[in-house]
């Protein structure tokens, strides 16, 4: 009978092209990685793994073997994480693919809360690209993902989950950084740190500016970053100004070491969107998640009716929430 220690290991191994980096992220040491390695390959009487000094390439055999073994470790996860809803508890492991800056902001926050009410679930957020989430969320190796961007692919399903907003922020000594707000023409006298074109905030601004009649291609470019989070320690330093989200820049904000600016008759707002795969059954731990994000999402809109009738939305911020108002555990079907 196959071991699914050694068939863990082998999926761990083929992730990481490297036996020493397999056994860091399993906590256990490397020989015990090689050992249990070749175990299975002999139990299975072919080569896993081509060998190239430290590193490791799947062989052929290892590549076809692959899916079906991850397969089979899900659904071996399945069976245990249905036996304790079964039994009253909800556990197992709820993998989140996130494609942008925002998101890394947020989902912390959101499942810092989630595990407050389901304390025996764990939780991993993978970071890519807006095409390889996607890829992921299809494969089955993220349960949900969380997007700017849809992608229109069979058995997706989008749900709106938290509003996006994107400002320019200059540093606190920047002469703006006193002002109300600016005029849009003004933005061809600064220096700029943009995102890559195909980013999604980058994309957004870019849309917004022509809007507005500001060729992007005309303001100066003094630096290209691949993450807000850089950009707004670049703003810091001085090196320019730069549109970001705000959920990236709002600690830096707090501090007083940067400042957001209004730029006249310029707002960008994205929704962020959790993103599920119909084609594929939930485990108890991810129905848990989506039916907690309902439920933050029932109490936000009963706020915002109470508050201000015209202005709830079917959708709303759902890591806006005071605690006091989070809902009590919320058990999910096995469906």
């Not at 925002?102 to 912390?108: F, R």
């Not at 009649?213 to 100004?241: Q, T, Y």
């Not at 993103?275 to 009963?302: H, K």
């Not at 201000?308 to 999910?332: F, H, W």
């Amino acid at each position: 009978m196959l071991d699914l220690d050694s068939l863990r290991i082998f999926v761990t191994a083929a992730e990481t092209e490297n036996f020493t980096r397999a056994a860091q992220r399993l906590h256990m040491s490397q020989p015990s990685v090689s050992q249990h390695i070749q175990n299975l390959e002999q139990q299975l009487g072919i080569e896993l793994f081509e060998r190239h000094g430290r590193r490791v390439d799947l062989s052929a055999a290892g590549a076809s073997l692959l899916p079906l073994v991850q397969d089979l470790l899900r659904a071996g996860r399945q069976v245990e994480e249905a036996a304790l809803a079964l039994s009253g508890e909800v556990a197992g492991l709820v993998t989140l693919g996130c494609s942008t800056s925002s998101g890394k902001y947020v989902v912390p926050r959101l499942l810092a809360r989630y595990r407050e009410t389901y304390p025996q679930v764990q939780a991993a957020v993978r970071v890519g690209p807006r095409s390889q989430v996607i890829d992921w969320l299809l494969a089955g190796e993220a349960d949900v993902a969380i997007t700017s961007h849809r992608v229109e692919r069979s058995g997706l399903h989008y749900k709106r989950f938290f509003e996006d907003k994107i400002s320019l922020v200059v540093p606190a000594s920047h002469p703006w950084a006193q002002r109300e707000s600016i005029q849009p023409k003004e933005l061809y006298g600064e220096r700029f740190i943009f995102r890559e074109a195909t980013a999604g905030t980058q994309m957004a601004v870019t849309e917004s500016l022509d809007t507005l009649g500001v060729n992007i291609e005309h303001l100066e470019c003094v630096l290209v970053l691949d993450n807000s989070e850089a950009i707004v320690m670049a703003v810091e330093e001085k090196m320019g100004v730069a549109f970001v989200p705000m959920v990236t820049a709002e600690r830096c904000m707090t501090w007083g070491h940067i400042k957001a600016v209004p730029v006249e008759g310029m707002t960008i707002t994205r929704w962020l969107y959790l993103v599920d795969n119909s084609n594929r059954s939930r485990t108890p731990a991810v129905n848990a998640f989506w039916s907690y994000v309902e439920e933050l999402q029932r109490i936000t809109l009963t706020r915002r009716h109470a508050m201000q009738p015209e202005a709830a939305e079917e959708t709303c911020d759902t890591v806006g929430i005071p605690r006091q108002s989070l809902p009590e555990r919320v058990q999910p079907s096995l469906n």
